[in-house]
């Protein structure tokens, strides 16, 4: 009974040190790690989020062959137990298939993972072309003030771009991704 009594000592000591890290540090997004532990692509619902507004939004051609391709099951049941949502087909510049599983459908919202990293990577880009952005070593805190300090003053657009924390640069290192300023 004492060797329980001690474990949960402990493990209770540990979720107190653990918070008061975590508040003392300011890094109280640790405690929405331990909760949400696993991504998921609802978890828009959960943390904040930006809309991306567009002017004129053009929706995609749909082919006169929309749905027809023979879809085999074998392929559903795989998609699904990839814990697939959708799937769209384009060809061309038309839609030719889409499905949908789990209840979502054309106009479900999602976290949008690595789609999100390419468009910034494009803006970026475009940024840098533009001479908005002058160099993708520049720190980041140029342009959001909460990475002037700390750690992450230390973190710049490329460290961002190539999912580098920046914090442990090593300045010897040759970064094969490495992007000029010249598009």
């Given amino acids: 009974m004492k060797k329980i009594k001690r474990i949960i000592l402990f493990l209770l000591g540990l979720v ?38 567009i002017a004129k939004p053009q929706p995609w051609k749909v082919s006169a062959n929309y749905n027809k391709l023979n879809f085999p099951d074998t392929l559903s049941s795989y998609l699904e137990g990839l814990g697939s949502v959708g799937l769209l087909m384009v060809r061309n510049d038309s839609i030719v298939f889409e499905k949908y599983w789990d209840g979502y459908s054309d106009s ?21 072309k533009e001479g908005r952005i002058k160099s993708l070593q520049e720190p980041v805190g140029n342009y959001l003030p909460e990475f002037t300090k700390g750690e992450k003053a230390a ?29």
């Fill in 16 to 53: 107190i040190l653990f918070s008061a890290y975590a508040l003392i540090s300011g890094r109280t997004y640790l405690f929405k790690a331990v909760v949400y532990n696993l991504a998921n692509i609802d978890d828009y619902k959960k943390f904040s989020n930006h809309t991306v507004s």
């Fill in 108 to 128: 479900s919202l999602s976290g949008s993972f690595s789609m999100a990293k390419s468009i910034t990577s494009l803006l970026t880009g475009i940024a840098l």
């Fill in 155 to 183: 973190v710049k657009i490329i460290d961002l771009l190539t999912m580098s924390s920046g914090s442990d640069w090593n300045e010897s290192y040759i970064n094969p991704l490495s992007v000029t300023t010249e598009l």
